[in-house]
């Protein structure tokens, strides 16, 4: 099994900066992809950023030259660097990776934006 747990979440102005991390231990299973997404109140869950193994990255159009997905071999970490964050972006936002064992989920982490 694998375990996800991120961090970084909170509260910040419009215009600010977040940095979320995710953290990943337990059976390292070979790696197709990993990621996240979010979701808003009220909305169904989508997809912000993926990383595949050979690590290339997509992003969601809404958050493109906003968002940047990075990956930490080392340390099994996966962090998102948002910066220009407006309120639509609030919402909890979970990490993921994709391996040989199956689909992991973190537990989520909440981001407000709001002045």
């Known amino acids: 099994q694998v375990q996800l747990t991120e961090s970084g979440g909170g509260l910040v102005q419009p215009g600010g900066s977040l940095t979320l991390s995710c953290a990943a231990s337990g059976t390292m299973f070979t790696i197709y992809g990993l990621g996240w997404y979010r979701q808003a109140p009220g909305k169904q869950r989508e997809l912000v950023a993926i990383m595949f193994s050979g690590g290339n990255a997509n992003y969601a159009d809404s958050v493109k030259d906003r968002f940047t997905i990075s990956r930490d071999i080392d340390r099994n970490t996966v962090s998102l660097q948002m910066d220009s964050l407006n309120p639509e972006d609030t919402g909890v936002y979970y990490c993921?990776?994709?391996?040989?064992?199956?689909?992991?989920w973190g537990q989520g982490t909440q981001v407000t934006v709001s002045s």
């Open positions: 993921y990776e994709d391996r040989s064992g199956g689909l992991y």
